[in-house]
């Protein structure tokens, strides 16, 4: 059980363009959905929490209106990075929270390799 | 908020033996503790984890010990395997918060 699904899983763009990431928990409703960004050689950096029908809440230092997050329900997050740089190119992981609060355990999803030409 | 210092960065270790990653953290709040391994180019996997009202927890080779009075959680992987090789993570929650913090990573390595 607690299968997140995480597509594409590789996306090579040209700059300016916008790309879409989604996160689904495809056996189990997921009340909060987190994403997370990865360099080499790296740890996790949250990026964004996000609740079902409600707004993200960005970490301090991320774009909100460059990473738009939409969790449209308890499912499925979306993160679509807007107007992409090279600078943009990273490896965004998305996870799905079970429970809420203290009983709240994140599953992972699989990646995606963004590079953007 | 809360930090999390992961030690060590790097472990290689023969096939057979034992490993251990140690974390400390920063927050007294702080009640949940996982562990996750990552391969190269994989999400990361949850393998085991911890909550404060334990002081120890075992799956097969995977165990984690816990020391809420010094603010230190540990990951034991005994007889490992060439499989075992991958960066490992450990992270904690904030209290009553979802989100959690993430160590900076253990690459692991065991050799023949």
């Known amino acids: 059980g607690a299968v997140v699904s995480q597509h594409p899983s590789r996306v090579i763009c040209k700059s300016g363009t916008s790309v879409k990431i989604e996160c689904r928990s495809l056996d189990f409703q997921a009340t909060t959905m987190f994403w997370y960004r990865q360099f080499p050689k790296q740890s996790l950096m949250l990026m964004a929490t996000s609740n079902e029908g409600s707004k993200a809440t960005y970490e301090q230092g991320v774009e909100k209106d460059k990473f738009l997050i939409n969790h449209a329900s308890l499912t499925l997050s979306t993160l679509t990075v807007t107007s992409a740089h090279p600078e943009d190119s990273s490896f965004y992981i998305c996870s799905a929270g079970t429970g809420a609060g203290a009983k709240n355990i994140q599953y992972f999803g699989a990646g995606t390799r963004l590079s953007v030409l | 908020g809360e930090n999390v210092e992961q030690h060590p960065s790097t472990l290689s270790v023969q096939e057979g033996d034992s490993a251990v990653i140690k974390c400390t953290y920063s927050?007294?709040?702080?009640?949940?503790f996982p562990w996750y391994k990552q391969e190269l180019g994989k999400g990361p996997q949850l393998i085991i984890d911890?909550?404060?009202?334990?002081g120890e927890k075992k799956d097969q080779r995977i165990a984690v010990t816990l020391n809420k009075t010094a603010k230190h959680f540990s990951l034991h992987i005994t007889e490992t395997q060439p499989e075992d090789s991958a960066v490992y993570f450990c992270a904690s929650d904030s209290g009553t918060a979802s989100k959690l913090t993430f160590g900076t990573g253990t690459r692991l390595q065991v050799t023949l």
């Open positions: 911890i909550r404060s009202n334990v």
């Open positions: 927050d007294s709040a702080s009640n949940y």
